[in-house]
Nanobody, 124 residues
Framework: QVQLAESGGGFVQVGGSLRLSCAAS????????MGWFRQSAGAEREFVAA????????IYANSVKGRFTISRDNIKNTLDLQMNDLKPEDTAVYYC?????????????????WGQGTQVTVSS
């Protein structure tokens, strides 16, 4: 089992920045591909960004490409998401997820472990 805990969410104005972090604990040796997803009110959970093990490959949703950067620290077992130039449509609960395979994925159903989520609100 892997436990994931997100932090860093909050309230920010349009054009601002936030940095989300996800701390992994438990059997972190099986923690490989990791990703960020988000879910806004009344919408389905959507892919944001993902990173392979040990971190050579990253993929992003088109809506965040060029504004968000995903990174991981395999010593500290943390996953970060730097979010710049935030827009109102970025408002959502952001979830950290992980799985045991090395191949990066943008499919929520392929992830095994999930955090509880952290709220990001972007105000205009």
């Amino acid at each position: 089992q892997v436990q994931l805990a997100e932090s860093g969410g909050g309230f920010v104005q349009v054009g601002g920045s936030l940095r989300l972090s996800c701390a992994a604990s438990g059997r972190t040796s099986v923690n490989r591909n990791m990703g960020w997803f988000r879910q806004s009110a009344g919408a389905e959970r959507e892919f944001v960004a993902a990173i392979s093990w040990p971190g050579r490959r990253t993929i992003y949703a088109n809506s965040v490409k060029g504004r968000f950067t995903i990174s991981r620290d395999n010593i500290k077992n943390t996953l970060d998401l730097q979010m710049n130039d935030l827009k109102p449509e970025d408002t959502a609960v952001y979830y950290c997820a992980s799985r045991t395979t090395d191949v990066v994925s943008d499919v929520a159903g392929e992830y095994i472990w999930w955090g509880q989520g952290t709220q990001v609100t972007v105000s205009s």
